[in-house]
């Protein structure tokens, strides 16, 4: 993946809030064509990033376990029929939770070749 690069590379810093928001510092100083394009790209890869930033210097099956939880805690979120959020947005997401779970996959086929760290 390498997302964080992306954010590193044009001098910004990226964390994760307590609440698994990403906390971007730095934006203040890029152009405003850039600056959205950056926020666009943040929101749009989210989950991948969080991923990235959680999971560095863990075990495969750690990284398992990990993505497992953020699909998990998604696929409740979508799923959630009393939820106030209309089912057009929570459908919206169905696409990043395909994508973990593939990335699950591709996770899970490493440990089994003995890939892993």
């Keep these: 993946m390498n997302q964080v690069n992306y954010f590193s590379d044009i001098g ?27 926020l666009q790209y943040a929101k749009k890869n989210k989950w991948q990033i969080l991923f990235e930033i959680k999971t560095q210097n863990k ?3 750690e990284k398992i376990d990990i993505l497992w939880n953020q699909a ?4 409740d979120w979508i799923d959630d029929s009393s939820s106030t959020v209309p089912w057009q947005e929570r459908a919206a997401r169905v696409p990043e939770l395909q994508e ?3 990335e699950i996959d591709n996770l899970i086929t490493q440990q089994d070749d003995g890939n892993g760290k």
């Design 59 to 61: 075990t495969i099956q």
């Design 12 to 38: 910004l810093n990226i964390n994760i809030t307590p609440d698994d928001n990403l906390k971007i510092q730095g934006l203040s100083s890029l152009q405003s064509d850039l600056k959205n394009q950056v």
């Design 72 to 75: 998990d805690k998604l696929a």
């Design 100 to 102: 973990m779970s593939l």
